[in-house]
């Protein structure tokens, strides 16, 4: 059986480490802040010091940090993945980076003679803790077979796109609805309220519209009443349009709302909304706009 690591439990890498658990799956875990891997290691988790320690024991190792930055630090930072490198070694990468410093990261690896995997996911922990992300990957193909299994339970759709870097190509254009979507819903609602009109009736309505989408069914509802407990967080968001209009410029392209986007998104930080889920970009505009109800 393949022996696996994660390197950053956070919201994300917990839930898939919990999956991955139950699922019988062999787990080392590794996170900067100890105290997260607590749940993993009374469920069975293996914990190590270091990333290091997590290479050394697992043949696939899952990087599920912040941002690229953080991807370096843990890959080839003091007793990184690369201190700990063996033959069978594969890194798969589940951070949603800048596809040219996946490349650059795939390539430094590559250098060590390890094979780097990138394999960003949409959805979160609540649809992780039972294997329902969606996967894009790219890199080696037969790595990327060899571990097919694994990467099947951690998700319910895998899609292969290439050469490395192509998956966060497809994962930034992914986001990029995300934000876009949470601002649109946010500014319906704000307008609705501007109005003097029950949200509820706005989502009513667009719920019987060809126009719905799952956050407009599910999510909005908690929207409306700032229930905003975190499963991906306002500044993780902001970070991936940071990302995204980043990896426009170096396309050669200006996407216009995207940068707009990003100018709301960076407010809301700035005004303390970073730490609650991203969907409480309503609750930054309803306290920016001082709209009612
Ligand atoms: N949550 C989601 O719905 C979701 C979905 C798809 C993709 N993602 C992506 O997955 C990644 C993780 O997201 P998350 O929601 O799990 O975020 P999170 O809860 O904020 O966790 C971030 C993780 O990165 C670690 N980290 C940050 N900087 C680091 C550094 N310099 N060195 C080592 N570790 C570092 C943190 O360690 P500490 O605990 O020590 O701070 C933590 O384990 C992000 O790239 C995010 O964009 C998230």
Same mark, same amino acid.
């Given at each position: 059986?393949?022996?696996?690591?994660?390197?950053?439990?956070?919201?994300?890498?917990?839930?898939?480490?919990?999956?991955?658990?139950? &699922?019988?799956?062999?787990?080392?875990?590794?996170?900067?802040?100890?105290?997260?891997?607590?749940?993993?290691?009374?469920?069975? $988790?293996?914990?190590?010091?270091?990333?290091?320690?997590?290479?050394?024991?697992?043949?696939?190792?899952?990087?599920?940090?912040?941002? /690229?930055?953080?991807?370096?630090?843990?890959?080839?930072?003091?007793?990184?993945?690369?201190?700990?490198?063996?033959? %069978?070694?594969?890194? /798969? *990468?589940?951070?949603?980076?800048?596809?040219?410093?996946?490349?650059?990261? @795939?390539?430094?690896?590559?250098?060590?003679?390890?094979?780097?995997?990138?394999?960003?996911?949409?959805?979160?922990?609540?649809?992780?803790?039972?294997?329902?992300? =969606?996967?894009?990957?790219?890199?080696?193909?037969?790595?990327?077979?060899?571990?097919?299994?694994?990467?099947?339970?951690?998700?319910?759709?895998?899609?292969?796109?290439?050469?490395?870097?192509? $998956?966060? &190509?497809?994962?930034? @254009?992914?986001?990029?609805?995300?934000?876009?979507?949470?601002? @649109?819903?946010?500014?319906?609602?704000?307008?609705?309220?501007? +109005?003097?009109?029950?949200?509820?009736?706005?989502?009513?309505?667009?719920?019987?519209?060809?126009?719905?989408?799952?956050?407009?069914?599910?999510? @909005?509802?908690?929207?409306?009443?700032?229930?905003?407990?975190?499963?991906?967080?306002?500044?993780?968001?902001?970070?991936?349009?940071?990302?995204?209009? *980043? /990896? +426009?410029?170096?396309?050669?392209?200006?996407?216009?709302?995207? &940068?707009?986007?990003?100018?709301?998104?960076?407010?809301?930080?700035? %005004?303390?909304?970073?730490?609650?889920?991203?969907?409480?970009?309503?609750?930054?505009?309803?306290?920016?706009?001082? =709209?009612?109800?």
């Amino acid at each position: 059986m393949t022996e696996v690591g994660i390197i950053g439990t956070g919201m994300l890498g917990k839930a898939v480490g919990l999956h991955l658990l139950e &699922s019988g799956i062999k787990l080392n875990v590794y996170n900067r802040t100890k105290e997260k891997t607590k749940e993993l290691v009374e469920k069975g $988790a293996k914990s190590f010091d270091s990333p290091k320690e997590i290479a050394k024991n697992s043949e696939l190792v899952l990087t599920v940090v912040k941002d /690229a930055d953080a991807v370096r630090e843990v890959s080839f930072g003091q007793n990184g993945i690369v201190a700990g490198k063996h033959n %069978d070694l594969v890194v /798969a *990468d589940m951070s949603t980076i800048n596809p040219n410093d996946s490349k650059n990261i @795939a390539k430094k690896f590559h250098d060590e003679g390890i094979i780097m995997l990138d394999t960003p996911v949409m959805g979160g922990p609540n649809v992780a803790i039972n294997g329902q992300l =969606v996967m894009m990957a790219s890199g080696n193909e037969e790595a990327f077979e060899k571990h097919k299994k694994v990467f099947q339970t951690i998700a319910h759709k895998t899609f292969f796109l290439g050469e490395n870097g192509t $998956a966060h &190509s497809v994962k930034l @254009a992914m986001n990029l609805q995300i934000g876009m979507l949470a601002l @649109a819903l946010s500014e319906g609602i704000t307008l609705t309220r501007g +109005a003097k009109v029950n949200p509820e009736i706005f989502l009513k309505i667009l719920n019987s519209t060809y126009f719905k989408t799952g956050m407009s069914e599910n999510k @909005a509802y908690q929207m409306i009443k700032d229930k905003v407990e975190p499963t991906f967080t306002l500044r993780n968001l902001k970070k991936d349009l940071d990302t995204i209009n *980043d /990896a +426009a410029k170096s396309y050669g392209l200006k996407l216009p709302m995207a &940068s707009q986007a990003l100018e709301v998104y960076n407010k809301a930080v700035e %005004d303390g909304f970073g730490d609650i889920d991203y969907t409480g970009i309503l609750s930054y505009l309803k306290e920016s706009t001082k =709209v009612e109800n």
